[in-house]
């Protein structure tokens, strides 16, 4: 068994788009395909490394991309945030790339295009939110230390795609108050919704990258890492059961 | 394979007490064991197929009682809860009574006294706190449809307990700022906490009694169960780990 890393160009609106997709070369059968939906700087080998991750467990895992192909940014960016900050302008654009991410994903060919997920990390689980909320046809995503903003368009109603929050309690940049705001709409949008709060971890827990003490409340936790990443599979699990 | 139950008569302060043990038969080596702290009307069949579900896992599991032999009631009792009051009246003489069903878990002649867990519902659930807040030696406890009020005795430091909360987003008992005022206290007192909130879900969501619409927000919901029992596993295995 071997996992192939291949590459997809794909257009949308604001595209081309560059993702990286990931599978099981020696599974031949239809797989269901799971979106990793990159934080603030974009595509880069941790989503990858991730779209491997779901590809070990028997999914196809697609790294896609909503900023355009070559928009990225590193820590040493001038502003690791531009192009992030465009899509939180234009919240009506930044769902019409993930309709064009999610397309793609249900059009490659060992896909089973009616079983599809997403996943997100920080600004990408602001992302899966947002596909719920728009009403895209998906079976469920995970959010891991996501931004819980709403969009300036309405919720579809209810919202069919089953959610689950992976949660840092210490994270600044979605307190408490953010977490119960996101609980009511979704409540409110009668989604089948689920949040794991994660006691002592902040925003990013998921990121190796991101060191403790460098930015208050956005640091690496092991366990919530570990333990969110076993919700997820037990939530895919439910998901294509 | 087969599943034994067995009564236990157990002494501590209000006792005698009377549990029910359950264990795989024909498991030999010593094995983790996980209490069952039954709900608001005290040990019945319920908890004991609780116990039973836990020993298919590889557990023993013991449905433990806190009010004392024959101390039960049901839903058509005059006062369902006379007997949780007393104890909500003295917290201290309740924790000396987990205390005292913790010690008869981990002196049973099948289960490793070092591997111990406590599983609580609703009133059970509290206890499962009390036990972490009072620094019982146990390593770790799962609540469902907890109850969150603080004990009149303060809580240890740190809480070596890890703890894992299934609440109930709707629950009238729990509402969301006792879950916040909760995750405050054991992030405080410095816990390795997770809570999962389930949207849709109530009081009483593993419940199977409890029908929906004889009181607003009590009720069993399948989807919270099914995942908050999963949680539980993934959750015992780390801790036995």
């Known amino acids: 068994m071997a996992i192939v890393r291949q590459t997809l160009v794909y257009g949308g609106p604001g595209g081309p788009f560059e993702g990286v997709i990931a599978y099981e070369d020696e599974i031949r059968t239809l797989r269901p395909g799971v ?7 974009g595509l880069k080998e941790a989503d990858v490394l991730k779209a491997e991750a779901l590809a070990k467990l028997g999914y196809v895992g697609f790294a896609c991309d909503v900023f355009g192909q070559g928009k990225r940014t590193t820590p040493e960016s001038p502003d690791i945030a531009v192009y992030m900050k465009e899509m939180n302008a234009d919240r009506a654009q ?20 009616a079983k599809t997920a997403a996943t997100g990390f920080c600004f990408g689980g602001k992302c899966v939110l947002d596909m719920a909320r728009a009403g895209l046809d998906f079976r469920g995503g995970v ?5 819980y903003d709403r969009p300036d368009y309405a919720n ?11 949660h840092g ?17 979704l409540t409110e949008s009668e989604a089948d919704w689920q949040i794991h709060a994660y006691g002592n971890a902040g925003h990013a827990f998921t990121d190796h990258a991101a060191v403790k003490g460098n930015r208050p409340g956005v640091f690496y936790e092991e366990r919530a890492d570990r333990r969110s990443w076993q919700a997820m599979q037990d939530f895919l699990t439910e998901l294509f059961a």
């Open 143 to 147: 959010s891991f230390h996501g931004v």
């Open 94 to 113: 930044l769902r019409d790339r993930l309709a064009a991410s999610l397309e793609t994903l249900k059009g490659f060919d060992r896909v089973d295009p």
């Open 169 to 185: 309690w210490e994270d600044p940049i979605a307190p408490p108050d953010a977490m119960v705001r996101l609980a009511r709409e």
């Open 156 to 166: 579809v109603a209810p919202i069919e795609a089953k959610l689950l929050i992976c």
């Open 35 to 41: 979106l990793v939906i990159p934080n603030v700087r």
